[in-house]
C-alpha cells in the first residue's frame, strides 16, 4: 500500500502542472505514458504467440500521437501511411516463413489504432476550448466512479460481473461506480460554473459523470481481454503499487472518447 500512495503522489506532483499547463508538457506527460503502454501492449502479444512489430507499433503510435496534437492535417495520413507499411513489414515475414504473419500485421494494427488513434483523444479533449477544465471533469468522474467501485463491490458484492475477465468485478461495485460518477460529475460541474470558466449545470454534468461511469469499465475489461489469455495479472512493472501504465489508463482512453464527443456535440 505504501508503494501504491507513494507513486499516486509522485504522478499527481509530476502530472497535475503538465495536466493545468497543457501544450508541450501535457503533451510529454500523457504521450509518455500512451507510448508506455504501447510497449507493455507488444509484450502482451508477445505472450500469446504473436509478434507485432514493436517498432511500428510503439514507434507509430507516437506519431499518431504527435501529428493528432501539432499537425492535425497529417493525422489521418500518419495513420493510414502506418497501416500500409504495417502490411507490408508483416508480408515480408510470412514470406521469410512466419506462418501466423497475419495475426502479426492485425495486432500491429490493432495497437496503432487502440494506443495511437484511440489513445490520442486525450490529448484531443485537452486541445478543447478550456479543455483543462473538461479534463478534470472527464478524467476524476472516472477516478472516483471507479473508488466507489472498488470500495462497494469489497464490501457488499456477491455478484460476479465478468468471472472470465476480472473475477473481482461485482455488479453491485459497478453500479455504486455508476453512482458515485454521476455524483461527481455533477458536483465538478457545479464547481466549475460556479468558480471556473464553464458554462455547465449540475444536471448536464450529473449525465456526462452517468454516460462516463456506465462505459468506461469496458476499458478495464478490454484490456483484460488482452492479459488473461496471455497469464498476465499487470501489462507492467512500470508504476510500483499499480502496475503498468496500460493498467493506469485502459479507463481512460474511453473516457476520453465518451467525453470529447460528448463535450463537443452537446456542451460547447
Known sequence: MDKRVLTSL?????????????GVPFFIFL?????????????????LQLEPSTWITVGGV?????????????????????????????TIAYERGREKATLDFLATA????YLGWVGAYLLDLRNLPDGGWWLFIVLPSIFMADSGAYS?????????????LSPNK?????????????????FFAFAYSTWGPLEISIVQGATLGLVLSLITPLGDLGESLFKRPAGIKDSGSFLPGH????????SWLWAAVIGYYYIKWFLI
Open 10 to 22: 509522485l504522478l499527481l506532483a509530476i502530472g497535475l502542472p503538465a495536466l493545468l499547463f497543457g
Open 62 to 90: 507516437f506519431l499518431i500521437l504527435l501529428t493528432r496534437f501539432f499537425f492535425l492535417d497529417f493525422a489521418s495520413g500518419s495513420f493510414t501511411l502506418l497501416i500500409l507499411i504495417a502490411l507490408g513489414f508483416h
Open 152 to 164: 462497494i463491490g469489497a464490501a457488499y458484492g456477491r455478484r460476479k460481473m465478468a468471472p472470465r
Open 170 to 186: 461485482t455488479w453491485e461495485g459497478y453500479w455504486a461506480g455508476v453512482f458515485t460518477g454521476a455524483l461527481f460529475g455533477g
Open 243 to 250: 502496475g503498468g501504465a496500460f493498467d493506469r489508463i485502459d
Open 110 to 113: 490493432g495497437g496503432l489504432a
Open 31 to 47: 504521450g509518455f505514458f500512451i507510448v508506455m503502454a504501447a510497449k507493455e501492449y507488444t509484450r502482451m502479444m508477445r505472450a
